[in-house]
């Protein structure tokens, strides 16, 4: 059983109090968080393939039959990071690299067992990850294969030279992260002559038409091989090691909860992420669809 809530225009607290005023399930009398036994709620950000992700994972655990609820489309980790703490969420479809460079913007870049481990290290009591996936999908500054031409760009570290004259386009939160624009002015001594702040959907037309000169586009993005954009290559990772990761809230998520959401990162590689994205993005097919469709192919969609 699924249930859904439509967040459009309202915050998402508001959200999870009655308008008669009643306390919130998710907490008791003394303020802590406390498991609810009501439906697992699985969350996403608001671009494509969080969305996408998330009906991965809770599809899959509904094929176990837990119960579960979706509020999709929240907004950046700045948002919906405190409602997995807070217990207003129970499952949220992450990458380990950034969720560790949230918690800790001094921590070092690693490979994926090494940013596994400090990632666990740093979460505070109550809020965990479950195993991470081999799927990948890495910020980037991606340019046209024309501008690459032109500036002989390859690197990040070709920027340097060139970059006062272009603008980049990102999302907003990219403006004001280690591994956004303070990361490419402090490692590689990049300095853009504006940041655009552009939804992630508008980003690939933006820099096909020359609004922007360089885009922050994951690595996943099917726009990139349709368009014949170029990723920069990143020499000193600073955008680290980003496997898709569930993050929950550990008194809400139960043993069948879990071993569904780990068979499901044990079968997602970065190939088959980047597929499904397309058929989301490009061909517009509904995520649920293509979620219910790669389960049923994995043997992960239970009995239906």
Not at 179 to 201: A, I, K, M, N, P
Not at 229 to 253: C, R, W
Request: aromatic share 6%; proline share 5%; charged share 25%.
């Amino acid at each position: 059983m699924q249930k859904r809530l439509a967040l459009a225009g309202i915050p998402l607290t508001v959200l999870m109090v009655s308008a008669c005023g009643a306390s919130d399930p998710f907490e008791e009398e003394n303020g802590e968080t406390e498991e609810a036994g009501g439906p697992v709620v699985v969350g996403s950000a608001d671009f494509p393939e969080s969305s996408l992700l998330a009906e991965l994972y809770g599809r899959a655990m509904e094929a176990e039959g837990v119960e579960v609820s979706y509020q999709l489309n929240i907004g950046s980790r700045e948002v919906y990071y405190g409602q997995i703490e807070e217990g207003n969420l129970s499952v949220f479809p992450e990458y380990n690299g950034a969720m560790l460079i949230h918690l800790d913007d001094q921590a070092p870049s690693g490979d994926a067992e090494e940013t596994q481990a400090a990632l666990e290290e740093a979460l505070p009591k109550g809020v965990e990850v479950l195993d991470s996936s081999e799927a990948e999908n890495k910020d980037s500054i991606t340019v046209t294969a024309e501008t690459a031409e032109e500036h002989n760009l390859q690197s990040l570290a070709d920027l340097a030279d060139v970059a006062e004259d272009m603008t980049l386009g990102g999302p907003p939160e990219f403006e004001t992260r280690h591994q956004g624009v303070l990361g490419l002015q402090e490692v590689y001594g990049v300095e853009f002559s504006e940041f655009r702040s552009l939804d992630s959907t508008l980003l690939p037309p933006a820099l096909k038409d020359d609004s922007i000169q360089a885009a922050n586009l994951f690595t996943t993005e099917p726009q990139i091989a349709v368009e014949d954009f170029v990723v920069l290559q990143d020499p000193e990772n600073l955008f680290g090691s980003q496997n898709v990761t569930p993050l929950i809230n550990s008194a809400q998520v139960d043993d069948t909860a879990r071993e569904a959401m780990n068979a499901v990162s044990a079968a997602l590689t970065t190939e088959a992420l980047t597929e499904l994205n397309e058929r989301v993005v490009v061909d517009n097919e509904d995520a649920a669809d293509v979620a219910e469709d790669w389960l049923e192919q994995e043997g992960l969609a239970g009995d239906r």
